[in-house]
Every structure is written in structure tokens, then in C-alpha cells.
């Protein structure tokens, strides 16, 4: 059956990612969208390949030059993105990483503050360590993501990960880094229609929720015929 981890009802529609208070303020949703300064305005051909286009901030497992591409947009509070993780990317890692014929990229799309405060851990780790901080959070999710102060228990998670005190707070109060996760998650939500999590595409095709190995073994091979 088809998982995916839907967007609420009640989420809120603000201007930007605002302030450290705003990011230090508990778990409320994340802005379903943001002012044009913050994030273009346009439509029409050619914005969903820009929007999947690899950048210099992508997360990238793999060769650079393997055929297939799958990129995929996960929110770390989301519990299917954690099965996920669990049950079907080590497989598609030994099967397809690992063997050059296709490379992963994992983007966030945080639904609330929890989740953005753990991209923003994951990403302060530095890129050799950034792939261990995803998978560590997918791990630990029934710890950190229901404690009473999720970033109390994501900040002793990252000491045991070698961030220090000082570094964990000054990671929490980058506002940059912070508006950079989020305007990936609105560009998605915009161009791609992204609206659950998790969501993938496959060479640019949309592959939504946490499907069984032999879905990706099917949408990959496929892929991997045309290219």
C-alpha cells in the first residue's frame, strides 16, 4: 500500500521563515508559502527540470555521472520517510548506488520545526558526515521527534555525533541555512507539486510514498532503459 505522510490542513502561510524565536518556538508548521522575494513567482515550461536540476547544496550518494538520478524530498519527522530509509534504501543503495547505475540525492521538506531544526544539524555536520546524521535522526525518530523539547533531545543527539554545545546553538540560529532548507521545500511544493512525504523522482518521474523495493526496482530499470 501507498504511505505517504500528507500536508496539514492548518499549515500556516507566512512571508518567510522569520526570526531565531520563530525557529526556536516549538513545532509549529513549517509556511506553505512565502513572498516572491523569497521565492519566484513564475510558471510554465522549463521550472520543474530547474527545480530538479543538482546544485551545489545537493546531497548527492554516487557517481556523478550514473545515468539514473533519484532524488527525494523527506521531511525527518515523517515516519514513512523512516521506513523508508529502513527498509528499501539500503537495497537501492547495494543494488544501484553502489553499482554506478544510479545516484541518490536526499533534499528536505520539513513539515514543522522539529524537522527543520534536525536538516539544519544534518547539514551543519559537514558532507562527510551528513548521510550518518540522516540516517542517525531516521533512527532515532520516536526519541527526538515526540520528546517534550525536540531540540533539547536533537542537541544531545549531535553531541554523541561530535557537535559541540557551541556549535549545535550556533547551527540552530542560522537563519540563512534555515530559509535555504525551506525555500527547497516551497520550490518543490511549487514547481513539483510535492505535497506528502516521502516523494521521488526518478529521472523526473514522480514516484510518491514509501513504495516496496520491486516499485523503485521497476520505475529504476525503466529509467534506466531510456537513458
Known amino acids: 500500500m501507498q504511505r505517504t505522510w500528507m500536508i496539514g490542513a492548518a499549515v500556516v502561510v507566512v512571508a518567510a521563515v522569520a526570526s531565531v524565536g520563530y525557529l ?5 508548521p513549517i509556511a506553505s508559502a512565502v513572498a516572491p522575494a523569497a521565492h519566484a513567482a513564475t510558471t510554465g515550461p522549463g521550472n520543474a527540470a530547474a527545480a530538479l536540476a543538482l546544485t551545489e547544496n545537493d546531497h548527492v550518494l554516487g557517481k556523478a555521472d550514473a545515468p539514473v538520478t533519484i532524488i527525494e524530498y523527506a521531511s525527518l519527522t515523517c515516519p514513512h520517510c523512516a521506513d523508508f530509509d529502513h527498509e528499501t534504501l539500503p537495497k537501492i543503495k547495494k543494488d544501484w548506488v553502489e553499482t554506478g547505475k544510479a545516484k541518490y540525492v536526499f533534499r528536505n521538506f520539513p513539515f514543522d520545526q522539529a524537522a527543520l531544526r534536525a536538516a539544519m ?4 555536520a559537514g558532507p562527510d558526515k551528513y548521510f550518518n546524521f540522516i540516517d542517525a535522526l531516521f533512527g532515532s525518530q520516536l526519541t527526538w521527534a ?3 523539547d525536540p531540540s533539547a533531545a536533537l542537541t544531545r543527539m549531535a553531541k554523541l555525533g561530535g557537535l559541540g554545545e557551541e556549535k549545535v546553538q550556533s547551527c540552530f540560529k542560522d537563519e540563512a541555512l534555515a530559509n535555504r532548507i525551506v525555500a527547497v521545500r516551497m520550490t518543490a511544493e511549487k514547481e513539483l507539486e510535492v505535497n506528502s512525504t516521502p516523494t521521488f523522482f526518478i529521472n523526473g518521474k514522480k514516484l510518491v510514498g514509501a513504495q516496496p523495493y520491486e516499485a523503485f526496482e ?6 534506466s532503459k531510456k537513458s
Open 24 to 28: 526556536q518556538s516549538g513545532d509549529r
Open 121 to 124: 544539524l544534518a547539514e551543519c
Open 146 to 148: 515526540r520528546a517534550g
Open 218 to 223: 521497476e520505475a529504476l530499470t525503466a529509467a
